[in-house]
T-cell receptor
């Protein structure tokens, strides 16, 4: 199993550009989520999904869109990039349901917006 | 919202030393996670626990629900243990939202 795969690893954007961060998992996990990691702060939840066709906002959703057309894929879209979105982005998945289960993280995408 | 505090923020130790990293949180939880992040690398889940103690190799995680406190211990530390260790807690209100609150991490350096 590849686990959680994120692409690209690095990206530089100009203000106003759009792009999609890709995330795929091959563990048949129902739950997928996107976090951003900024210096001096803990990971913060952007958007999450509890299954195909279902998405919801996390703590810091502004400026980001997501969709979940399949169980495997959960792309994160930046419609009009801003310097405040410079960050490291992590996708994570876990088995679904109300119970607790370990999170599986991707290797991250380092995004710089100039 | 749960507040998660980790201590110390930074820790440098010599190879072989016994390491303790602490995590305190403010309100009741259903589970606590310990994660490891190597420089420039991804994040790996080390432990998920809701009571007692878990051990995996040289790593031991304990939690005291009454005290709202967890510790991560590393025995016989090695330079490859150098990483950021992150504590995350999940609240009691389960449901759709992830509900995880993350600490800021403890940056550990083990010198040869």
């Amino acid at each position: 199993n590849a686990g959680v795969t994120q692409t690209p690893k690095f990206q530089v954007l100009k203000t106003g550009q759009s792009m999609t961060l890709q995330c795929a998992q091959d563990m048949n996990h129902e739950y997928m989520s996107w976090y951003r990691q900024d210096p001096g702060m803990g990971l913060r939840l952007i958007h999450y999904s509890v299954g195909a066709g279902i998405t919801d906002q996390g703590e810091v959703p502004n400026g980001y869109n997501v969709s979940r057309s399949t169980t495997e894929d959960f792309p994160l879209r930046l419609l009009s990039a801003a310097p405040s979105q410079t960050s490291v982005y992590f996708c994570a998945s876990r088995q679904g349901g109300l119970g607790n289960s370990p999170l599986h993280f991707g290797n991250g995408t380092r995004l710089t917006v100039t | 919202k749960n507040e998660v505090e980790q201590s110390p923020q930074n820790l440098t130790a010599q190879e072989g030393e016994f390491i303790t990293i602490n995590c305190s949180y403010s309100v009741g939880i259903s589970a606590l996670h310990w994660l490891q992040q190597h420089p420039g690398g991804g994040i790996v889940s080390l432990f998920m626990l809701s009571s007692g103690k878990k051990k995996h190799g040289r790593l031991i995680a304990t939690i005291n629900i009454q005290e709202k406190h967890s510790s991560l211990h590393i025995t016989a530390s090695h330079p490859r243990d150098s990483a950021v260790y992150i504590c995350a807690v999940r609240g009691l209100l389960l449901g759709g939202a992830d509900g995880l609150t993350f600490g800021k991490g403890t940056h550990l350096i083990i010198q040869p």
